[in-house]
């Protein structure tokens, strides 16, 4: 099951975190974000030079938007989330504050 999150910086669209299958994940830069000098990259390892990253892990600076001991477990607990499942993680805090520029929110399609 293909599953998907789309990354904001503020209000504008930057792009998409698709997990085609579990160990392969692919982040999709929006052709207007990419092409928006005002625009940062979501990472120095994506930079804005390239609209479509692979990777067999979750790219680190998305998972670094994820809560941490006590706060993921509860947090997990009330979603009924797998810890382990990162993914899930992700679209469980879709919407929630983050701390930074990039946020997350549910894809509409």
Excluded: W
């Excluded at 001991?69 to 679209?91: I, S």
Aim: glycine share 6%; hydrophobic share 40%; aromatic share 12%.
């Amino acid at each position: 099951m293909m599953r998907k999150v789309d990354v904001y910086y503020g209000d504008v669209f930057a792009g998409r975190l698709v997990e085609l299958s579990r160990g392969s994940y692919e982040f999709i830069y929006d052709d207007a974000f990419l092409s928006d000098r005002n625009t940062p990259p979501v990472s120095v390892n994506l930079p804005k030079n390239q609209k479509v990253y692979h990777a067999d892990h979750i790219f680190p600076v998305f998972t670094n938007m994820l809560p941490e001991g006590a706060n993921r477990r509860a947090l997990c607990r009330a979603k009924k989330v797998d810890e382990t499942d990162f993914f899930g993680m992700l679209e469980m805090i879709c919407g929630m504050d983050a701390i930074g520029k990039f946020v997350l929110r549910k894809t509409k399609e």
